[in-house]
């Protein structure tokens, strides 16, 4: 199993970016992604996941209105659009999938808000 973040860099406070994870190694369409992320200093936090249906679920308060994420089966890639970004959105961002009992995690990509 493997997933690959893609699409970060550095915006100004307003802008928007669209992160990609592409993931392989077994049945995608099956699996709930999540998006974490993780700001320096701090704990890696839940941004959201979107089901194997399709479904967003457990947006971060402070996301909600403002990021969506969504899913392509075919692509095998799920997407976290984020508009209207914040300084303290900037974190590394990684996307995760349990299967089979254990947590795989991508390398993560880093996204840079400037005030």
């Known amino acids: 199993v493997q997933l690959q973040a893609s699409g970060g860099g550095s915006v100004q406070a307003g802008g928007s970016l669209r992160l990609s994870c592409r993931v392989s190694g077994f049945n995608f369409r099956l699996n709930s992604i999540y998006w974490y992320r993780q700001a320096p200093g701090k704990e890696r936090e839940l941004v959201v996941r979107?089901?194997?249906?399709?479904?967003?679920?457990d947006y971060k308060d402070s996301v909600k209105g403002r990021f969506t994420v969504a899913r392509d089966n075919v692509k095998n890639t799920v997407y976290l659009q984020m508009s209207s970004l914040r300084p303290e959105d900037t974190a590394v961002y990684y996307c995760?999938?349990?299967?089979?009992?254990?947590?795989?995690w991508g390398p993560g990509t880093l996204v840079t808000v400037s005030s």
């Open positions: 979107i089901t194997s249906a399709g479904s967003p679920m």
């Open positions: 995760n999938t349990p299967y089979r009992g254990l947590n795989y």
